[in-house]
């Protein structure tokens, strides 16, 4: 046995190498106390930096605010906003809370380590933009749609919908193939190709796509629609335009995911996607044989409307049967031959001089809508993960996007609600 020497307290201290170490010293077990957790937490700082700066960068391009812009409005210079981005420096808690009321944001989604970027696709009349807040809400809407089904149990209960994915190298006939879809579609959710969809909004609830309305000044923005493997296929309808157009927008947007799932590889909004965008017409042919079906309606103008003298009142008649604007009408009756083009020509300059400027003739009423709301599976989990306590108030109000006041009315409704049911 080998013995050693050392001192404490100035006095001599015997003992053995080979088996008791020396309380003289701290013990060495492969890493030191002071400097490993020093070097932790600069590791961890090191990440959390990351992370944040990453995500600061991905919600200001989604926002569409350039780097330069971003960093003016909250009072910082170019350099020192790429520093943070690239996770080089720290941003403190304040400037954070401005950025994330400018980019419409929790504070809490800055901290998240692995956010699936939803893939943005979208539509208007013309080269224009949904506006960054809006983008962001739908987002949340789709996160938040998602954590109510975690919360309340019953996550990835419903299947997304099928992809009948479109390759232009292997379909040469895109609007055929659009068609052809739109009828399998039909088949597989049990409409059949005769009766007209009667409520369109519930259908789509209760398949599990997620459908997000909200206002927007610009008429011309139509919707947008997003899918990921988590989130599944969302949709934003603009409830501006008439509810005709909701309808068939709904419909449009819906094609998106079935038949262009591949895509959707961008957080950005495919903004370029004009009318006449291949993927676009084939979401509008796809929409038009889905809300129409071409067996549906020869029944239907055969039935109703027969050979005489086409009029303007058979035109209303069946854009109610069908659930569609008088414009979707006279296009379906004109793709079948069952008018003729100046009969088409003819009823859509009548229909012209007598509709409103953005308005549809004989509208819709709203009781579809309403329908809809009251078994919307989005309220229904929202009240249940409030009523059964799931969430607090606070997380209740986040997950609406609404305040808490707001949400304590909510609960308390849906309580009364309940006491009289």
Known sequence: MVSSMCFRNGQKAHHSSTRTPCPCKPLLTGFTTGETIMSRNLDREARLKQIIGRNLKDFRELAGFSQEDFAEKIGLSRATLSAIENGHSSIDSAML?????????????????????????????????????????????????????????????????????????????????????????????????????????????????????VDLDNLDV??????????????????????????FSLAHEYAHPLMHRAFYKSPEPMSTLEGDHELELMADTFAANFLVPETGLREAFQRDVGDKLLALEDIIFLKHYFRVSAEVMIRRLRELDLISKLEADSLQQELDRRREPNKEIAPLSDDLIKEWQQTSRFEHLAKKAALTEAVSLGKLAQLLGISVVEAKKKTQAWRREMALA
């Open 222 to 247: 139509y919707g947008l629609s997003a899918f990921s493997r988590r989130y599944g296929a969302c949709i934003l309808l603009n409830s501006s335009n008439t509810l005709e157009r909701q309808i």
């Open 97 to 213: 809370v401005v950025a994330a009321r400018l980019l419409g944001r929790q504070v809490s989604e800055f901290f998240e380590e692995t956010p699936e970027k939803l893939k943005l696709l979208y539509r208007a009349a013309t080269d224009v933009s949904a506006p960054p807040e809006v983008r962001s809400r739908f987002e949340r809407f789709c996160k938040a749609y998602r954590e109510l089904e975690e919360i309340v149990g019953v996550a990835d209960n419903l299947l997304p919908p099928p992809e009948y994915s479109f390759s232009p190298d292997v379909q040469s006939k895109p609007l055929q193939f659009a068609a052809q879809v739109a009828a399998s579609e039909r088949d597989r959710l049990g409409l059949g190709r005769l009766d007209p969809i009667e409520n369109l909004f519930q259908l789509m609830d209760e398949k599990g796509l997620r459908v997000f309305r």
